[in-house]
């Protein structure tokens, strides 16, 4: 989409009833300068809108009801994945991250297998590129915020054994984070297997899904929706039902999912 | 932010004290429902703690940030249940205050928009109504008024451009 065109969309996606080009529009952002500026300003406005309602009273106890919510969020050590309208939001980007993943998975883990140095030297090369082929494809997706980072990571067996994995994190700065984890070329023991998320030395754990079976390969693609910041979420591991850790890996850093400048 | 972050009783009850009402106006007035706008308002503070991390003054105000989160669910919901009508508009200009409000809690926010809203026609400001507060598309309002699309994308952001300019000399660039 040219200037003219994100122009033209820039008020109706400032109100928030964009006709479906926000991904578009937020694309185009990322890099012209002179659109952004537009873009600020109509954002300024209609924020200011919001403040213009007749004030009405809620009910008294409102205020002990959402500290209630909020603090019970805080204290909890793991919240289950929100419902409505977030998730939907969210899940529009899960899902092409979700089909971006799948190809990429395919990819690294042949990497994995290969095992020749060449190609594990050039690692980090591979995952800024399937980063970036990431950004494109979460930008594709319908309402995401420009403040919106993913972060990526591969996943290798501990010592000797089969399987390999990638991991992707997606942080962003109004709707829920996201964490999708693929495997591939595990054996079918000791199932279900836990995938973790995990923060620090003696940090946080967050339990992402169970992989009950696994496919023909070996493999099993898992996504989560989640009601924390996984900003601080730096490793991901794998365990079977007995505990033993099947994978592992750490996560790259956060990126963030506007494009760079031409 | 960092209060809120924690968790913090107060720091919650802080943020409660200078947007709480206003959430909880913008959800009954889009909404139609004290339920469903007391449900938003709690949502709306649970999603800020949750992105409490990701909040950065420099890219706006803490209120405008708020209040996106706020219109976004708000209009979210309004979307997802189609078939329902619409609340009618009530623009504070059309409606006195809640009898007992105290006046000292009226927010420089709500200063601002009002000078903002001022600087526009009625036909401005029935048309920012129609799209900022009842979720209508450009496309919607340009079939129902039988005017091409393009003047009233034209109109909205002439529109928006007053309500900027308003208060262009307070805001920060």
């Known amino acids: ?262 | 932010m960092e209060g809120l972050l924690a968790g913090d009783d107060a720091a919650i009850r802080a943020l409660y004290a200078r947007f709480g009402r206003p959430v909880y106006t913008m959800g009954l007035r889009l909404l139609g429902s004290r339920e469903a706008a007391e449900e938003l308002t709690q949502d709306v503070f649970l999603t800020a703690w949750r992105k409490a991390a990701r909040f950065d003054p420099q890219r706006g105000r803490l209120s405008t940030w708020l209040m996106t989160i706020a219109h976004n669910l708000a209009v979210d919901r309004l979307r997802r249940d189609t078939g329902v009508s619409r609340p009618r508009l009530v623009l504070v200009d059309e409606v006195p205050d809640v009898p007992g409000a105290d006046e000292e809690v009226v927010l420089m926010e709500r200063d601002e928009a009002l000078r903002a809203l001022a600087s526009l026609s009625d036909a401005e400001r029935r048309l920012i109504a129609r799209t900022y507060f009842r979720g209508m598309t450009a496309r919607e309002i340009a079939e129902a008024d039988g005017i091409p699309l393009g003047t009233v994308k034209t109109r909205l952001r002439s529109a928006l451009i007053k309500v900027r300019r308003a208060n262009e000399e307070k805001e920060p660039s």
């Open chain 1, 1 to 262: 989409m040219n200037c003219a065109g994100v122009r033209e969309r820039l008020p109706e996606h400032a109100l928030g009833v964009g006709d479906g080009h926000a991904s578009e529009i937020e694309l185009h952002l990322g890099w012209c300068a002179a659109c952004r500026r537009e873009a600020r300003e109509l954002d300024r406005a209609a924020g200011m809108l919001a403040f213009a309602l007749a004030p009405a009273e809620p009910s008294a106890d409102l205020e002990d009801r959402v500290v209630a919510t909020v603090t019970d969020a805080a204290s909890a050590t793991h919240r289950p994945a929100t419902i409505g309208a977030r998730v939907r939001r969210a899940g529009v980007i899960l899902l092409a991250a979700a089909v971006a993943l799948a190809g990429l998975g395919t990819g690294a883990v042949l990497a994995h297998r290969s095992g020749r140095a060449a190609q594990i030297a050039s690692q980090a090369r591979q995952q800024n590129e399937e980063l970036a082929r990431f950004r494109t494809l979460i930008q594709n997706a319908a309402y995401v915020d420009p403040g919106t980072e993913a972060a990526l990571g591969t996943l290798d067996p501990p010592s000797k054994g089969p399987g390999s994995g990638s991991a992707l994190t997606i942080v962003s700065p109004t709707v829920d984070d996201q964490v999708i984890v693929i495997v591939t070329g595990m054996r079918a023991k000791r199932l279900p297997f836990t995938v973790t998320l995990e923060a620090g030395r003696a940090g946080r754990t967050l339990i992402v899904a169970k992989i009950r079976r696994l496919d023909s390969g070996g493999g099993a693609t898992v996504a989560r929706v989640v009601g924390e910041d996984l900003s601080g979420f730096g490793r991901v591991v794998v365990r079977d039902a007995a505990g033993k850790i099947l994978l592992i890996g750490t996560m790259g850093a956060q990126a963030p999912v506007s494009s760079p400048a031409p």
